[in-house]
């Protein structure tokens, strides 16, 4: 998934890579030798959370066990009265040994980032036009739904588990605050910069339809659409790569920042070779580089593949789930070709639906540069940050790329799991992102719009298996 909710798939490297200008891992570092190391340094560091976990010896073995060893590390994470500093130790080992080497070879680490004497890019306004309130609408079933119509669609979702009661609540509080025409309706003195602004699933243009003031960063430049339409946008120009001049983009942010606060958006991401983890990282490092008291929230997607603790609706679905199989299922259980979930009974409930072979950077990406910087931005003691973060579904976007995915989605839903149109995660994403931002209750932890995959009581290792072979079987000829 990419980092808003689809799945990528990541060739792990072989050898670690040859630093180069700009955002690199350690020195010497793979994404798989990297992880290992922060594990067993958060095995020493916290003994009494971390003291059962058995890691493994080397970075390959690491591969080869990561997706239930993360499992049981996050669930001891959350049944740690710990678990916020485990989180900040490992997020600020990460922005100390992660660096940004310049173009003359010399390096300074990711914490170190100097957002005061880096030149600013260029920037190029539009004033846009006459905001006519954003209509959230999209195709659901066999009717297209617009404005305060979405309700029905989320008492569908929250009846087929696709959605948890916490996460529906969200969203008919976000449905309430359209106006009489279904629209959302901002002021240009609601402000946005938007790192990723062009990510597929980035509530950019719904923001601008609503009159939002944005500012545009992504290595690729606006639609001629977006500059006309709705509210105010800057954009910065040239290719604004957070993997090559972070320190640029964040004085950017900065100076955008200076003219009034804002939220600010981390939708980034990029394939392969690291990225996923070193654009995560760079995001996270301009983020708290910036003057936290201008950072009106900071919003994120995160992947429904990576362990996420469950509400306890979710968590007895899939109890209810695992009493109830029948048929081909009970024969696939019993021969173990379906596995149970690898999360441990007699600790927190946390999703079991890594799929390995996603690589060690997207996971880090996910688990490290959300998830964990997520619960340290909002426990700050010192100046506490409001946060969404949620879980997106499984969705068909572009970053779906790999056959083995197309044809095991093909049978999803045989496991109560739904793909979902990237119009629909795009518009309820913004619905909740738009609630957590600016309404009375902020959130405490992630909403979790999952699509089905956090009700299974089956490794979504396993699941996804069977689902690809279930899926062949039904169109072998789309294989």
């Known amino acids: ?13 072989a050898a670690p890579p040859t630093p180069t200008t700009g955002v690199n891992l350690p020195a010497g570092k793979t994404a798989s030798s990297f992880m290992l190391e922060l594990l067993r340094e958060t095995k020493t560091r916290f003994p009494q959370a971390m003291g ?40 600020a080992a990460v922005l100390e040994r992660c660096t940004l080497r310049g173009d003359d070879g010399s390096a300074r680490p990711l914490d170190q980032l100097d957002l005061e004497t880096a030149l600013p890019l260029d920037v190029e306004p539009f004033p846009g036009g006459d905001p006519r309130g954003w ?33 529906a609540a969200t969203l008919r509080r976000a449905l309430a605050r359209l106006d009489d025409d279904g629209a959302l309706r901002l002021s240009p003195s609601t402000r946005f910069a938007l790192l990723g602004a062009g990510a597929e699933l980035a509530p950019t243009r719904a923001l601008l339809q609503a009159g939002a003031t944005v500012l545009w960063a992504d290595v690729t430049a606006p639609p001629a659409s977006l500059r006309r339409e709705g509210g105010p946008l800057t954009c910065l120009r040239g290719r604004a790569d957070l993997l090559t001049v972070p320190d640029r983009i964040g004085a950017s942010v900065a100076a955008f920042l200076d003219e009034a ?13 690291g990225r996923e983890w070193r654009i995560g990282a760079a995001m996270n490092a301009i983020v708290e580089a910036l003057p936290r008291s201008h950072v009106l929230s900071v919003g994120m997607l995160v992947s429904p593949t990576t362990p996420v603790e469950l ?18 299922r009970r024969v696939l259980w019993r021969a173990r070709l379906l596995r149970p979930t690898r999360a441990r009974p007699d600790l927190p409930p946390v999703s079991d639906t890594i799929v390995p072979i996603q690589g060690m950077s997207y996971q880090a990406a996910q688990w490290l540069e959300k998830t964990m910087a997520a ?17 997106a579904p499984i969705t068909k976007t572009e970053s779906m790329s790999h056959p083995l995915f197309k044809v095991g989605f093909r049978a999803a839903d045989t496991f109560g799991v739904e793909i979902f149109e990237p119009d629909v995660t795009r518009t309820l994403g913004t619905l909740m992102y738009v609630e957590d931002i600016l309404g009375d209750d902020p959130p405490d932890r992630a909403r979790q719009l999952h699509g089905g995959s956090f009700g299974l009581p089956y490794s979504g290792e396993s699941a996804l298996a069977i689902a690809t072979a279930i899926g062949f079987a039904r169109r072998p000829e789309k294989a």
């Open 52 to 91: 059962p976990v058995r890691l493994p010896a080397t970075p390959r073995a690491l591969k080869r066990r990561y997706a239930s060893l993360l499992v049981e590390v996050e669930q001891r994470r959350c049944a740690s009265e710990a678990r916020v500093e485990i989180a900040r130790s490992l997020r």
């Open 1 to 13: 998934m990419h980092a808003a909710g689809g799945v990528r798939y990541n060739r792990l490297m």
């Open 261 to 273: 606060p804002a939220h600010v958006g981390l939708f980034a991401y990029g394939p392969g070779g």
């Open 375 to 391: 619960e340290v931005w909002r426990r700050d003691a010192e100046a506490p940050l409001r946060v969404s973060a949620n879980v």
């Open 135 to 167: 209509v959230p609408s999209f195709r659901y079933g066999d009717r297209a739904h617009r404005g305060h119509e979405l309700a029905s669609v989320v008492d569908e979702l929250e009846a087929r588990r696709r959605v948890n009661a916490v996460t």
């Open 311 to 328: 509400e306890a609706d979710d968590a007895a679905a899939a109890e209810k789930t695992l009493a109830g199989i029948r048929g081909w």
